[in-house]
Nanobody, 117 residues
Framework: QVQLVESGGGLVQPGGSLRLSCAAS????????MGWYRQAPGKQRELVAR???????SYADSVKGRFTISRDNAKNTVYLEMNNLKPEDTGVYCC???????????WGQGTQVTVSS
């Protein structure tokens, strides 16, 4: 089973940028669809970005045009580039293996992103 470790979060001002990483071990990610999720305080976890094994991407409307998901199969890592961050982007960000749009892997601890002035 694949283990996922997220990193790269932090405190950033509105309009700032962050790059999150999701490093995998235990199995190769090459043939998996991967997703980044966000859980804001008091809200349910939501899928914000998705990338297929072939590199096709899709995004939640709330992040479209600001976030970019990518993958480096050689490094067994998935990334989330976040630009023009807004306070409503605050939350814990986790990655997971997807079947369609459903997470099927084990959840890691995630990485906290806080957007505040």
């Amino acid at each position: 089973q694949v283990q996922l470790v997220e990193s790269g979060g932090g405190l950033v001002q509105p309009g700032g940028s962050l790059r999150l990483s999701c490093a995998a071990s235990g199995n190769r990610l090459t043939f998996y669809t991967m997703g980044w999720y966000r859980q804001a305080p008091g809200k349910q976890r939501e899928l914000v970005a998705r990338i297929t094994s072939g590199g096709s991407t899709s995004y939640a409307d709330s992040v479209k045009g600001r976030f970019t998901i990518s993958r480096d199969n050689a490094k067994n890592t998935v990334y989330l580039e976040m630009n023009n961050l807004k306070p409503e982007d605050t939350g814990v960000y986790c990655c997971n293996v997807l079947a369609g749009t459903t997470a099927i892997g084990s959840w890691g601890q995630g990485t906290q992103v806080t957007v505040s002035s």
